[in-house]
C-alpha cells in the first residue's frame, strides 16, 4: 500500500514562500505522475501542480508563474515551490500519486492526508 508523507504547510504573509514535499513508500510498481491538489473551504479539490515520470507538467491557470513543481524519481518525491503567495492560494494541499500495474491498464490513485497553507493579507 502506498503511503504519501506531506511536509511544508503553515502561515506566511501574502508575498511569502513556501514548499511542500511528499515522499511516497511503499510504490511496487511504475508511478506515471506525482503532483499536488488542493481544497479550500467550500471549494472543490483543484489541481495545482503534477509531474509525470517523463517531465511532463501540468500547472492550474492560477499558479503558472508562481508555483514551481519538481521530482526526484529516484526517491519517489515530489515538491511543490509556491513563491507570491495569495490569500486566495489558502486552502489544505494534498499530495497525489498514480501507480501503474500490475497490467499497463491499471491505474490506482493514492491522497496524502493533506497540510495546510494559510496566506494573511
Known amino acids: 500500500q502506498v503511503q504519501l508523507v506531506e511536509s511544508g504547510g503553515g502561515l506566511v504573509r501574502r508575498g511569502g514562500s513556501l514548499r511542500l514535499s511528499c515522499a511516497a513508500s511503499?510504490?511496487?510498481?511504475?508511478?506515471?505522475?506525482m503532483g499536488w491538489y488542493r481544497q479550500a473551504p467550500g471549494k472543490q479539490r483543484e489541481l495545482v501542480a503534477s509531474?509525470?515520470?517523463?517531465?511532463?507538467?501540468n500547472y492550474g491557470d492560477s499558479v503558472k508563474g508562481r508555483f514551481t513543481i519538481s521530482r526526484d524519481n529516484a526517491k519517489n518525491t515530489v515538491s511543490l515551490q509556491m513563491n507570491n503567495l495569495q490569500p486566495e492560494d489558502t486552502a489544505a494541499y494534498y499530495c497525489h500519486l498514480v501507480e501503474l500495474g500490475p497490467e499497463v491498464v491499471d491505474e490506482t490513485d493514492y491522497w496524502g492526508q493533506g497540510t495546510q497553507v494559510t496566506v494573511s493579507p
Open positions: 511503499g510504490v511496487r510498481f511504475s508511478i506515471a505522475a
Open positions: 509531474m509525470t515520470s517523463g517531465g511532463s507538467t
